[in-house]
């Protein structure tokens, strides 16, 4: 069973950043897209940024270019999410998900998509001015 926790979470001022981790457990980490999507309050919910395990591909949504970060670390099973020059409309809970995958391509269908298999319990992200 696919198990995904994610943590790093927490406030921080405009401008700030945040690291954010997901620890994955219960599948072959090298066969999937992995990804970040975020739900704000009274919002739909949004994907943010997607990653291919298997060859490193990455892809992001337009308001986060050249700000997130999405890598990962294959020997210990995690995912990251490096968060700079936070915008208070980056508030909102931070989903880490998983969808099988095995091209690269995929991904990019998966971050327009925003459908995953699998989801974490997520994480809070608040940004104050």
């Known amino acids: 069973q696919v198990q995904l926790q994610e943590s790093g979470g927490g406030s921080v001022q405009v401008g700030g950043s945040l690291r954010l981790s997901c620890a994955a457990s219960?599948?072959?980490?090298?066969?999937?897209?992995m990804g970040w999507s975020r739900q704000a309050p009274g919002k739909e919910r949004e994907a943010v940024a997607v990653i291919y395990t298997g060859g490193g591909n990455t892809y992001y949504t337009d308001s986060v270019k050249g700000r997130f970060t999405i890598s990962q670390d294959n020997a210990k099973n995690t995912l990251f999410l490096q968060m700079n020059v936070l915008k208070p409309e980056d508030t909102a809970m931070y989903y880490c998900?998983?969808?099988?995958?095995?091209?690269?391509?995929?991904?990019?269908?998966?971050?327009?998509?925003?459908?995953?298999?699998?989801w974490g319990q997520g994480t809070q992200v608040t940004v104050s001015s």
């Open positions: 998900a998983a969808e099988p995958c095995i091209t690269g391509i995929q991904a990019l269908g998966v971050l327009t998509s925003g459908e995953y298999r699998h």
């Open positions: 219960g599948h072959n980490y090298n066969n999937y897209c």
